[in-house]
């Protein structure tokens, strides 16, 4: 069944998240399984990706936040990293050219400066030429580290003349600005840590973890994710409803 069959009918569709992170983990072993290079796992990887948010567009998900590199990935094999390059180069153009029919939002998350100049390119104008569509939003986390995010939000604070500080007014610092936080994080791959992602946001997301592999998280497996934050009691430090 799906999520939204299942929210339809326990008449809960408020317990929909607004927010999904993912940890796009797994994608290497997914190749060795096969004998595949690495860059075949990313690959299938990106294809999930698109899966995933095209699923979460027609669930009425409004952001979908995906850790594609981060500011430690580049410790990785020069030819693993090109691929990962290469892939995002392609998921931009072709991004840019079905804007209009999928009419979602693209915002990347992270310093742009150490991609090459067509890269860098790509991503301002897919986040310009995207910005219109008030719809789904997916924000994809490039040179990505959460807390080299803090360590640019406060520099930026500084540079605004340190104004009145609240966690609401910092969190405005961060890459995503005023988007609500993730509700719920997954982690497929069978790892569970947080790896440096999205630090400040996640402090009271609901984290789901899984061991299916990131090419295999199809929307089965978002449907299990979503049941089980479904299940949860968010209890945000407070005591729960039964007390
Ligand atoms: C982690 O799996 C995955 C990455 C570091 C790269 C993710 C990149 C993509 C899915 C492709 C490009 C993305 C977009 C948005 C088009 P891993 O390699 O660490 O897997 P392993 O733990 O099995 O080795």
């Given at each position: 069944m799906s999520a939204r069959k299942q929210t339809d009918m326990a008449g809960e569709l408020e317990r929909l998240p607004r927010h999904i992170a993912v940890i796009m983990d797994g994608n290497g072993r997914w190749a060795k399984k096969r004998g595949l290079p690495r860059t075949a796992g990313h690959s299938a990887?990106?294809?999930?990706f698109r899966r995933a948010?095209?699923?979460?567009?027609?669930?009425?998900?409004?952001?979908?936040?995906?850790?594609?590199?981060?500011?430690e990935n580049w410790k990785r094999p020069a030819d693993e990293v090109a691929g990962i390059m290469a892939l995002l180069e392609k998921y931009l153009r072709q991004a840019l050219r079905d804007l209009e029919k999928e009419r979602v939002r693209i915002c990347i998350f992270g310093a742009l400066s150490p991609f090459a100049p067509e890269l860098q390119k790509l991503c301002r104008e897919c986040m310009e030429r995207s910005a219109v569509y008030t719809g789904a939003q997916v924000n994809i986390c490039l040179n990505y580290g959460g807390r080299d995010e803090i360590v640019r939000a406060a520099k930026r604070w500084a540079a605004d003349g340190c104004p009145e500080l609240t966690e609401h007014t910092f969190s405005g610092y961060m890459w995503g600005g005023d988007i609500p936080d993730p509700d719920l994080l997954i982690r497929p791959g069978g790892e569970?840590?947080?790896?440096?992602?999205?630090?400040?946001?996640c402090a009271y997301s609901e984290l789901y973890f899984s061991d299916v592999l990131w090419p295999d998280f199809d929307e089965a497996e978002f449907d299990k994710a979503i049941a089980a934050y479904q299940h949860r009691e968010r209890r945000f430090g407070d005591v729960g409803k039964s007390e």
């Amino acid at each position: 069944m799906s999520a939204r069959k299942q929210t339809d009918m326990a008449g809960e569709l408020e317990r929909l998240p607004r927010h999904i992170a993912v940890i796009m983990d797994g994608n290497g072993r997914w190749a060795k399984k096969r004998g595949l290079p690495r860059t075949a796992g990313h690959s299938a990887g990106a294809d999930s990706f698109r899966r995933a948010a095209r699923y979460c567009q027609k669930l009425g998900i409004e952001y979908l936040t995906v850790y594609a590199f981060s500011t430690e990935n580049w410790k990785r094999p020069a030819d693993e990293v090109a691929g990962i390059m290469a892939l995002l180069e392609k998921y931009l153009r072709q991004a840019l050219r079905d804007l209009e029919k999928e009419r979602v939002r693209i915002c990347i998350f992270g310093a742009l400066s150490p991609f090459a100049p067509e890269l860098q390119k790509l991503c301002r104008e897919c986040m310009e030429r995207s910005a219109v569509y008030t719809g789904a939003q997916v924000n994809i986390c490039l040179n990505y580290g959460g807390r080299d995010e803090i360590v640019r939000a406060a520099k930026r604070w500084a540079a605004d003349g340190c104004p009145e500080l609240t966690e609401h007014t910092f969190s405005g610092y961060m890459w995503g600005g005023d988007i609500p936080d993730p509700d719920l994080l997954i982690r497929p791959g069978g790892e569970k840590r947080i790896s440096n992602f999205l630090l400040w946001e996640c402090a009271y997301s609901e984290l789901y973890f899984s061991d299916v592999l990131w090419p295999d998280f199809d929307e089965a497996e978002f449907d299990k994710a979503i049941a089980a934050y479904q299940h949860r009691e968010r209890r945000f430090g407070d005591v729960g409803k039964s007390e």
